[in-house]
């Protein structure tokens, strides 16, 4: 058996053709979809790059690896400390190392593990190719590798090839020469021109006024990613950048296809395409960044096309990415590690059944440190540390009304709210009883000075509130972060 996933950083499903989206972003992975299965509520335990894959790759909690953040104690795998024995767990429990021990050949191309340091992402894989700038590259700097993979290996039984591509990931950066398929089709019709105005006046980093974090600052090596959004011509710049990245990887998986198809293994491929994180657009007044632990960032892609499995089926349950690992033990006839948190979903590619869950517990502390649980049509998100973007302490979104999160319905929705707060206990009571640690790394991130991306920036930041009309709100920052002003 041959295993192809395609991990495609910051692509958000909405986007997608295969998921509704009204552009033509993405033909090929459309083409997978309506041969396999799309999950249509799949996301991410914990938001966003590195937390995301440390959960995929090792099916667990970012609760339960300690990887919650960017920086600090939380961007560092737990040890295990005294139970270790010669090699530890991720050398078989892993998704590679589990694969590899099911007999697979197991191959990344990918500059995740050192854009990040995280070289735990390598255990199991029998070969490992750095496409090189940790992140920064585009589709063109990766497909050859690939194709050169394919030629030599595609014709050999069982291998799993795990391929990462980065275009939708800030900054877009598709090609000048690629041209824009997008300039003449609509904007996403949510933002109009006073909900924009709305957002410049909104604070914090990702904002409209400061797309570049914690200022305006465009840089001239990335045309399509503008330093502000003033205009709608702005928001056409930064959307189709988005969506020019999308398409522009979109045309460098159907290279790889079409390697495939010459190398004659294509049509019994078994084909995952996912992404690590989604990327907010607007929602929560945030743009071209995936700093929060609501629906757009943490909902991402799953469309598994599996040989036997079913053709053209939508899933509509409640499915964390780290529930990939006992799904594929399940597919492949094999016992799951009692260590992963992970929960199978294979009836519902075998048969089309439901299987999903019925919440989850979503988790950001890169950015911000945020919980939120998504159950029946509700977003219920708590923050406790709001990254400056002067969040509630609670907000609710009816995601199936309010898709884009712009009307923040906890005050009158209570009793919704309280039901949240008792599945958020219940799971963080679930999760610490289920490991030998006595810390929640989410309070690490709280009590090492905050989120990795806000850490050390308010000063800075308040300055330019100051010179951007917007000092009204420098007060409440200071009352809700004064240790960042004690430095």
């Known amino acids: 058996m041959r295993i192809l996933f395609l991990d495609l950083d910051t692509l958000r499903p909405d986007h997608l053709g295969c998921y509704g989206y009204h552009r033509n972003t993405s033909p090929n992975i459309d083409r997978i979809a309506r041969e396999g299965v799309r999950f249509d509520n799949y996301y991410c335990s914990d ?31 737990r040890m295990e400390g005294e ?8 050398s078989w429990d892993s998704l590679p190392a589990f694969l590899r021990s099911a007999g697979f050949r197991t191959v990344t191309i990918s500059p995740f593990a050192e854009r990040h340091s995280a070289w735990w992402f390598y255990a199991g ?5 750095n496409t090189g700038k940790c992140g920064a590259e585009s589709a063109e700097e990766i497909t050859p590798t690939v194709i050169d993979w394919i030629k030599r290996n595609a014709k050999q039984d069982n291998w799993f090839l795990h391929v990462n591509y980065w275009d939708p990931h800030t900054p877009y950066r598709a090609p000048i020469e690629f041209g824009n398929p997008f300039e003449k089709d609509p904007l996403p019709d949510w933002i109009t021109e006073e909900v924009l105005e709305q957002h410049r006046r909104k604070v914090g980093p990702h904002s409209a006024r400061e797309i570049n974090m914690y ?37 460098h998986i159907g290279r790889i296809f079409d390697a495939l198809r010459e190398e004659g293994v294509f049509d019994d491929l078994a084909i995952i395409i996912s992404a690590d ?18 629906y757009i960032t943490c909902r991402i892609p799953m469309i598994i096309r599996w040989p036997g499995g079913q053709k053209g089926h939508v899933d509509k349950g409640l499915h964390y990415n780290l529930d990939l690992l ?24 075998l048969n089309g059944e439901d299987c999903g869950r019925d919440y989850l517990v979503l988790s950001q502390c890169a950015h911000v440190c945020q919980r939120s ?94 010179k951007t009309g917007r000092g009204h709100a420098i007060p409440e920052l200071k009352r809700r972060h004064p240790r960042e002003f004690e430095r």
């Not at 894989?125 to 190719?129: L, Q, R, S, W």
């Not at 989604?278 to 632990?293: F, R, V």
């Not at 799904?327 to 992970?342: F, I, N």
């Not at 009158?412 to 640690?437: F, G, I």
């Open 125 to 129: 894989f029998n070969e490992m190719y």
């Open 215 to 251: 200022d305006n600052y465009a840089d001239p090596r990335y045309p399509r990613y503008p330093g502000e959004i003033k205009d709608m011509q702005d928001l056409r710049k930064m959307i189709d950048g988005y969506d020019c990245g999308i398409r522009y990887m979109d045309e």
């Open 277 to 294: 994180h989604g990327e907010n657009m607007g929602e929560l007044g945030i743009y071209a960044e995936h700093g929060t632990a609501d």
């Open 373 to 466: 649980v998504r159950f029946g049509p509700w977003i219920y998100i708590r923050t406790y540390h709001d990254g400056y973007h002067l969040f509630p302490d609670e907000m609710l979104f009816n995601v199936e009304e309010d898709p884009h999160e712009q009307f923040d319905v906890a005050q009158q929705n209570r009793s919704v709210c309280w039901e949240a707060v008792y599945y958020l206990n219940e799971w963080h009571d679930n999760m610490m009883k289920t490991m030998p640690y006595a810390v929640d790394p989410l309070w690490t991130v709280i009590n090492e000075g905050g989120p990795f991306h806000a850490k050390g920036h308010l000063k800075r930041y308040c300055e330019w509130l100051e």
């Open 326 to 349: 006992p799904t594929l033990a399940q597919l492949l006839g094999k016992q799951p590690s009692e260590r992963w948190d992970g929960q199978s979903y294979a009836p519902a590619i």
């Open 47 to 77: 938001a966003p790059c590195l937390p995301s894959r440390a959960a995929l790759m090792t099916g667990r909690f970012g609760i339960h690896t300690g990887v919650v953040g960017h920086g600090g104690t939380a961007a560092d795998m």
């Open 83 to 90: 139970p270790r024995g010669f090699r530890d767990r991720l």
